[in-house]
C-alpha cells in the first residue's frame, strides 16, 4: 500500500486538516484496511522530517507549504500519468504565440528552415559517410532539429462547490481539487508563462489562490454557474494570453443567478431566467474568444441537454464523465488548446 498517496488522497477529502486526516488512518488501520505492521506514528514523524506538515506552538499540525507543492506533485503524477508515455498529442491552436522549443528529434532540412535549426554534428556524419571521408556538403547531408511553436494560454478552472457536489455520500469535490492541483503543478513547472487561476461558484462566485486549493470543501450552496462564468470571463480580460479558457467542473444544473444585489435561487427543474441568463453570458464568452470546456459529473438527460445547449451557443466542448475520468480529458484539452507541431 502507498501510504503517502492514501494520506494525499485523505487529506483533501479532509478539506486539508491534518490532524483529522491522521485519525482517519488510524481508524482504517484499526478496521484492518491498514497493515498492522505498517507503524503510522514513524510515517507521521517522518512527515514532520520532511516538514510537509509543521507543528504550531500550541502543539496542533499543519499542512506546510512543502506540503502543497507535493500534494499537487502527486495529483499531477496520478491524472497526468500519461503525459510521460506520450499517450497524448499534441495538436493545433486557435492562436500561435511567438515562442519556439527546440526538439531533440531532427529531420531532413527543406529549403526556408531557419538555419539557426542545423544540426552540425548530424550533418557532417552524413557528409563524410556519404564521401567516404571527405568534408563535402551537399543539401542533403543536412539535418535540421524539430520544433515546436508555443503558444501562451490564459486559464480558469471554475469549480462547482454547491450541496450536490457531496450530495447522497458521494465525493465528487475531492476529485475536482485534484484536477485543478494537477493543473497547477502542469502549468507552473512545464508552462510557465502561461497564467492559471481558479475560482469557486455556489450562490455566489469567488476568487481563491492557489495555495488554497487542499481546502476547498462543498456547502450548503445553490449553483451559480452564470456568476462563475461572468468572474471568469473579467479575469481572463486582463491577460495577455491569445488563448483564453475556462474549464468548468460541475455536477448540477445552474440553480442560481446574481439579481442586483439579491441572489435569486430556484432549486428546482430548470428555471428558465436562470438558464436563459446563464446561456447569455456564454454567449458573451464566445463573442469575446473565450471557449468554455465543461465537465459534467452527471448523466441525468434534462442536465446533459442544458449543458450540450451551452456547449452549442459557446461553441466550446463538453464531456460527460465520472469524476475519476477528469484528469484524462482535461489534460487532452488543455494541450489542443495550446500546442502544435511546426515543421
Known amino acids: 500500500m502507498d501510504l503517502m498517496r492514501l494520506f494525499n488522497q485523505l487529506l483533501l477529502a479532509a478539506g486539508g486538516d491534518v490532524e483529522e486526516t491522521m485519525e482517519w488512518l488510524r481508524y482504517l488501520q484499526e478496521q484492518g484496511y491498514i497493515g498492522e505492521g505498517l507503524d503510522l506514528d514513524a510515517f507521521f514523524e517522518e512527515l514532520e522530517r520532511q516538514r510537509m506538515v509543521e507543528r504550531a506552538s500550541d502543539g496542533s499540525l499543519s499542512l506546510s507549504s512543502t506540503g502543497e507543492r507535493r500534494i499537487r506533485r502527486s495529483a499531477f503524477e496520478e491524472i497526468f500519468s500519461d503525459l510521460a508515455k506520450g499517450g497524448i498529442g499534441y495538436h493545433a491552436v486557435r492562436a500561435e504565440g511567438e515562442g519556439v522549443e527546440q526538439l531533440p528529434e531532427r529531420r531532413a532540412y527543406e529549403f526556408g528552415d531557419d538555419l539557426h535549426r542545423i544540426d552540425s554534428t548530424a ?12 568534408l563535402e556538403f551537399q ?16 486559464t480558469v478552472v471554475a ?7 457531496i450530495l447522497y455520500g458521494e ?3 475531492t476529485p475536482a481539487k485534484k484536477v485543478a492541483l ?21 450562490d455566489r462566485a469567488e476568487r481563491v489562490e492557489l495555495s488554497e486549493l487542499p481546502y476547498v470543501q462543498a456547502g450548503p450552496f445553490h449553483t451559480n454557474t452564470r456568476e462563475g462564468l461572468q468572474m471568469a470571463r ?9 488563448n483564453k479558457q475556462i474549464f468548468l467542473i460541475t455536477d448540477g444544473k445552474p440553480s442560481a443567478i446574481t439579481d442586483g444585489d439579491n441572489i435569486y435561487k430556484n432549486p428546482f427543474g430548470l428555471d428558465m431566467k436562470i438558464v436563459t441568463a446563464t446561456l447569455e453570458e456564454a454567449d458573451l464568452c464566445r463573442r469575446q ?3 468554455i470546456t465543461t465537465f459534467m459529473l452527471a448523466t441525468d438527460a434534462m442536465l446533459t441537454e442544458f449543458v450540450e445547449r451551452l456547449t452549442q451557443v459557446n461553441r466550446g466542448r463538453a464531456y460527460f464523465a465520472s469524476p475519476y475520468d477528469l484528469g484524462e480529458f482535461i489534460l487532452a484539452d488543455y494541450i489542443k488548446n495550446r500546442r502544435k507541431r511546426v515543421r
Open 289 to 291: 474568444g473565450v471557449v
Open 234 to 242: 473579467s479575469m481572463l480580460a486582463r491577460k495577455k494570453q491569445p
Open 139 to 154: 543539401e542533403s547531408d543536412l539535418e535540421v532539429y524539430e520544433t515546436e511553436h508555443l503558444s501562451a494560454c490564459a
Open 123 to 134: 550533418s557532417v556524419h552524413n557528409a563524410l559517410r556519404r564521401t567516404m571521408g571527405r
Open 182 to 202: 494537477a493543473l497547477t503543478e502542469l502549468i507552473t513547472t512545464k508552462y510557465p508563462k502561461d497564467s492559471l487561476g481558479v475560482l469557486l461558484f455556489g
Open 171 to 173: 465525493d465528487r469535490i
Open 159 to 165: 469549480i462547482d462547490i454547491s450541496h450536490s457536489m
